[in-house]
């Protein structure tokens, strides 16, 4: 059995008292350790995955099990990672950010702060503490969010573009950086992005889907662990082909389903 799975799960929506059906029959099994990218068209229903496995939306029909437990609520061994910087208290420093899930969960304030530090570190974020939202780049404020959720010690990480909203060159610097992270904590993560070399980069398997409606998995590609996360080798360039080419076929399909 899978450490996490989605099994024949359909998402139907009301949108202006017309249903609209989102996934249909949409499989995803994810292995202990496993980076999974989840990459397909603008709106074919990535977002919607990912909010089922976080438990924000239950599925209209299907299963969702995480480390043998079904999924029917958001919980804290499931953390979750948004585009948008959002999600940080304003009034809180860094650190008050880092801490405040440890807060909810009752760690003595030693505690909090040790393990509020380390995660600070992780991001590479030490010495910037006692930093306000308002006084940090994007780039600074998606790091405190991913130190954030690493304090909890989630099982899982569900990541839906949070580097969507960076300059390119931030970007590859926290994409390295999750990297680095990932071999280190071998998390269980689901990261959502559109940008196919991202995924190439960061995930041990890409999902790409089909486009909506009624999507699903299209195809799952492995990405051999020997590419050493190298843009430059061959191997890149074969997996970005194959995968450009799935996407194509999808955009093409939404694309002449808006001329109709
Ligand atoms: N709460 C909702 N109500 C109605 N329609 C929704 C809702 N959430 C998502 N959708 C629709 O489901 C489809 C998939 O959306 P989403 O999962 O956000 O796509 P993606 O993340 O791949 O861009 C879109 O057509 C979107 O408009
Ligand atoms: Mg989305």
Redesign the pocket.
């Known amino acids: 059995m899978s450490f996490a799975y989605m099994r024949g799960i359909d998402q139907v ?3 202006d008292g017309v249903s ?1 059906t ?1 996934l249909r029959g949409f499989d995803l099994a994810i292995e202990e350790g496993e980076f999974c990218c989840l990459l ?1 068209p ?8 990912l909010n089922l496995l976080a438990g924000f939306e239950s599925p209209s029909s299907g299963d969702i099990v995480v480390a043998g437990r079904e999924v029917r609520a958001p919980g804290a061994d499931r953390g979750v990672v948004f585009q948008s910087h959002d999600s940080l208290f304003d009034w809180l420093t860094a650190l008050e950010n880092i801490e405040f899930g440890l807060r909810m969960g009752g760690a003595s304030t030693a505690d909090r702060r040790a393990t509020a530090e380390r995660c600070l570190a992780l991001v590479g974020l030490s010495g910037h503490g006692h930093k306000r939202p308002h006084e940090m780049s994007g780039g600074m404020k998606q790091r405190v969010q991913i130190a954030r959720v690493f304090a909890n010690d989630p099982a899982m990480l569900l990541m839906d573009e949070p580097f969507g909203a960076l300059d390119s060159q931030t970007r590859r610097v926290l994409q390295r950086e999750l990297t680095a992270i990932w071999e280190t904590n071998r998390k269980t993560v689901v990261f ?1 992005t559109h940008d196919i070399e991202e995924s190439i980069i960061l995930g041990t398997k890409v999902a790409v889907m089909y486009a ?2 009624a999507s699903r998995i299209k195809e799952i590609i492995e990405i051999d662990p020997a590419m050493g996360h190298d843009r430059n080798s061959t191997q890149f360039a074969e997996y970005y082909r194959r995968i450009q080419m799935l996407i194509e076929e999808e955009v093409n399909k939404t694309l002449e389903l808006e001329l109709h």
């Open positions: 929506y009301e949108r609209y989102a397909g603008s709106g074919c229903g990535k977002t919607t995955a959502i909506g409606p």
